[in-house]
């Protein structure tokens, strides 16, 4: 815990309780081989969490970050209706902000933590339904992190990866249940109900994920 201290010095409550989420959940795929797959990175606040526990922890991992770094692209019938008062709108995004974070200044917040030189971070630009196609038959997570927050992101990360993470993986859902975002919860229950085997766990963790699948 104290290693990510360092780097959330000064940080709100908000923040250190998500950074208690996030360390747990990294906690149970300690012993899973695979890497760390974060769809929708926004500010890099939680990409920068998983650089450093893999540099502290899992030097041989991967992480990865995919986000168009300009907003939201696109919303599909199932992600409900528009909502620009809460960023919910082309170009838009859940933490508002005068304007999305760029991927040069993600980059240059993980040049700053203690030994992330040493880990493979890999950002890759645009929307996440066209990049990830072209990187997932490459990929073994560990753990998938979904905070795209939409339907179409969610589902093709279940769909392309699931079968490529090994048992033990996670997939992780942030914004599952939130009345606003209602594509991403769609995306999964979907899924459960094509693979009537699998068990949703509801996380009750303050500020962090809502909930998660564990690769049986």
Known sequence: LDCCLRFLDGADHR??????ALLALYG???????DIIELGVASGESLRVWAHLVAEH???RRVWGFDTFA????????????APA??????????IR?????????????????????VRV??????IVNELPKYSATMKPALVFCDADLYAPTEIALRLLWDRAPAGSLFVFDEYGHEPWPGETKAVDQWLERHPGLRL??????SGPAACITKP
Do not use: N
């Open 58 to 60: 899992g030097p041989a």
């Open 201 to 206: 766990e509801r996380l009750d963790m303050e």
């Open 28 to 34: 149970r795929v300690a012993a899973v081989p695979g």
């Open 98 to 118: 005068e304007r999305p974070v760029t991927e040069q200044e993600v980059t240059e917040s993980l040049l700053g933590l203690h030994r992330v030189g040493d």
């Open 122 to 127: 890999l950002l890759v630009r645009g929307d």
């Open 71 to 82: 907003g939201f692209p696109a919303f599909s019938p199932e992600d409900g209706p528009l």
């Open 15 to 20: 923040q250190r309780a998500r950074l208690l």
């Open 86 to 95: 809460i960023g919910k709108r082309v170009g838009g995004e859940t933490e």
